[in-house]
T-cell receptor, first 109, second 113 residues
Framework: GEDVEQSLFLSVREGDSSVINCTYT??????LYWYKQEPGAGLQLLTY?????DMKQDQRLTVLLNKKDKHLSLRIADTQTGDSAIYFC?????????FGQGTELSVKP | EAQVTQNPRYLITVTGKKLTVTCSQN?????MSWYRQDPGLGLRQIYY???????DKGDVPEGYKVSRKEKRNFPLILESPSPNQTSLYFC????????????FGPGTRLTVT
C-alpha cells in the first residue's frame, strides 16, 4: 500500500529531546518532509531531506534517513513548550505529497 | 504578504445543500491542492491542479469537484454534501507539485448535519 506510518502520540518533558519516527513506502521518493501543525492552524514545512542524504541538521532539528529500512526520524533537541504541535512526515509519490497520520507532541513543563 | 486564504473558515450546513469553499493564493504558484484532515488519518488529498485548466483526482475525490479557471483560485465544490464529508479542509499551493514547499491555508472546518 501507500501508507506513511507514524505513532500518534509522544509526551516529553521540557528540555528533553524528542524523537518522532516515520516509516514510508516509496523507495523512489526524492524528498521526504516534516511538517508542523500548531493548534488551529494549517501545516508549515519544518524541514526536508533529499533522498541521497543520511542526515540533515538545522539548529535544534536533526533528520535521520535510513533508506534500507524506509525509516525517517525527526529529533528535536532541548524541546520547549512551544514545540507542542502535531508533526507530519510526508513523502512524494508521483508528484503528490502523501502524509502520515501525524504525531501529537505534548511537552510538559 | 505571501499567503493562501480560504473562505469560509467555519461552515455548518445540511445534507444536500450545495456549497463552495474558496481558495486563493497570491504567490503565482502553479500547483494547488485540496486536502481533508480527519483524526487518526492524517491529511488525504482530494484534488490537485498542476496549472490552469489542469486538474486531477487525489486519493479521496468522491463527492467533490474543483475548477481552476485562474491561476490564483482553486475552489472546492460539494454538490450534495453528506455527513461523512464533515472534516477540516486545507488548501495548499506550491511552485512545484510535491517537490517544493507547500504553503497551506488556515483551514475550513465543515460540519454537515
Amino acid at each position: 500500500g501507500e501508507d506513511v506510518e507514524q505513532s500518534l502520540f509522544l509526551s516529553v518533558r521540557e528540555g528533553d529531546s524528542s524523537v518522532i519516527n516515520c516509516t514510508y513506502t516509496d523507495s523512489s521518493s526524492t524528498y521526504l518532509y516534516w511538517y508542523k501543525q500548531e493548534p488551529g492552524a494549517g501545516l508549515q514545512l519544518l524541514t526536508y531531506i533529499f533522498s541521497n542524504m543520511d542526515m540533515k541538521q538545522d539548529q535544534r532539528l536533526t533528520v535521520l534517513l535510513n533508506k534500507k529500512d524506509k525509516h525517517l526520524s525527526l529529533r528535536i533537541a532541548d524541546t520547549q513548550t512551544g514545540d507542542s504541535a502535531i508533526y507530519f512526515c510526508a513523502e512524494t509519490q508521483g508528484g503528490k505529497l502523501i502524509f502520515g497520520q501525524g504525531t501529537e507532541l505534548s511537552v510538559k513543563p | 504578504e505571501a499567503q493562501v486564504t480560504q473562505n469560509p473558515r467555519y461552515l455548518i450546513t445540511v445534507t444536500g445543500k450545495k456549497l463552495t469553499v474558496t481558495c486563493s493564493q497570491n504567490m503565482n504558484h502553479e500547483y494547488m491542492s485540496w486536502y481533508r484532515q480527519d483524526p487518526g488519518l492524517g491529511l488525504r488529498q482530494i484534488y490537485y491542479s498542476m496549472n490552469v485548466e489542469v486538474t486531477d483526482k487525489g486519493d479521496v475525490p468522491e463527492g467533490y469537484k474543483v475548477s481552476r479557471k485562474e491561476k490564483r483560485n482553486f475552489p472546492l465544490i460539494l454538490e450534495s454534501p453528506s455527513p461523512n464529508q464533515t472534516s477540516l479542509y486545507f488548501c495548499a499551493s506550491s511552485l512545484e507539485g510535491g517537490l517544493g514547499e507547500q504553503y497551506f491555508g488556515p483551514g475550513t472546518r465543515l460540519t454537515v448535519t
